[in-house]
């Protein structure tokens, strides 16, 4: 039997140094990272961000990805948790609302470079590890920029009125209504769509729920893409040269030019991993983790996750 679990290490940069945030389980005794177990039906990142609410009472924005660590429990049990980082406002800070329970018993602040000492558990080392290797390398502030596929869409054989109206299956619905949890845990500022009846259907739900800017691009269209790939180009650029997380939602025939504008931000191990894109699924989408640009430091690519969709057949 497995279980599976999700949790982020917590971090703030201070005066005195990198700080993490610990909590206490007051029924075990021990000191660990917040984290927690999937409910039914729920995503791994979305669970994270629900875990960590309920356990320190902070709302946070998943970072990049740690590590999946996996450890035994008794009666033959593997536990298998998905860690990131996220880091904390000052903001998310003032509107903390933790109250002690049976789960946690208090939460502390402490500087990174002496949270082993306080951790009971050998394996919690790792994704902390992970933590401070970006924090040395000056990557650990990133912002999202997530590639989504639509979700499933009419048959273009049984749709007659243009590709530009061709709407959502039911299905398709479904998987756009689910879609907004999940992008929430990365919680982008800016979504971004082609104005064609599919794309727009699939976002729809994530901003009527959390009221997020949205514009529509010609660019992003199939037609755009093909009649004006250096427009594509171009706006993806301004994307990921701004300060905002975004949403790019677009069609498969558009993927490749923005795979190869969003490639020049990443390494050749890192542009290899974005071929996966090219064969993205209705609904699935790509969150990369960009490192954000400033003077002359220009933007780029620190991690990429891939985010399976929802009810897929």
């Not at 008794?74 to 948790?81: A, L, N, R, T």
């Not at 997530?146 to 619905?173: F, S, V």
């Not at 999940?182 to 104005?195: E, F, M, R």
């Amino acid at each position: 039997m497995q279980v599976v679990a999700a949790g982020a290490i917590l971090w703030r940069q201070e005066k005195d140094g990198l700080k993490v945030l610990v909590i206490h389980r007051g029924r075990y005794d021990d000191w660990s990272w917040p984290k927690g177990k999937l409910d039914k039906g729920e995503g791994i990142s979305e669970a994270a961000v629900r875990e960590i609410k309920e356990e320190t009472g902070i709302k946070v924005a998943l970072g990049p990805k740690l590590s999946e660590i996996q450890y035994d429990l008794p009666k033959g049990i593997k536990k298998v948790v998905h860690y990131w980082s996220a880091q904390v406002s000052d903001s998310a800070l003032r509107k903390q609302d933790f109250k002690p329970d049976v789960e946690v018993s208090s939460v502390k602040w402490v500087l990174a470079s002496q949270a082993k000492k306080i951790l009971s558990y050998k394996h919690d080392h790792d994704p902390l590890d992970a933590l401070l290797e970006l924090h040395d390398a000056d990557l650990l502030e990133t912002k999202p920029i997530i590639i989504l596929r639509h979700a499933k869409a009419t048959p273009r054989d049984q749709w007659k009125k243009g590709e530009a109206t061709r709407p959502l299956l039911p299905a398709g619905l479904v998987q756009a209504a689910a879609l907004t949890n999940t992008l929430n845990a990365y919680a982008p500022k800016l979504v971004v769509t082609s104005s064609w009846k599919r794309c727009m259907d699939t976002v729809l739900p994530y901003l009527h729920k959390y009221k997020v800017k949205h514009a529509e691009r010609s660019q992003l269209s199939e037609l755009g893409a093909k009649n004006g790939p250096k427009r594509t180009a171009k706006l993806i650029d301004k994307l990921v040269e701004g300060g905002k997380g975004s949403v790019i939602c677009s069609h498969r025939p558009a993927l490749p030019t923005i795979v190869n504008a969003l490639g020049e931000y990443g390494n050749k191990d890192q542009r290899k991993d974005l071929d996966e894109v090219l064969s993205m699924k209705p609904a699935q989408l790509f969150v990369l983790h960009m490192s954000t640009a400033s003077g002359k430091k220009k933007a780029k690519i620190v991690a990429i996750e891939s985010v399976a969709p929802a009810f897929d057949d």
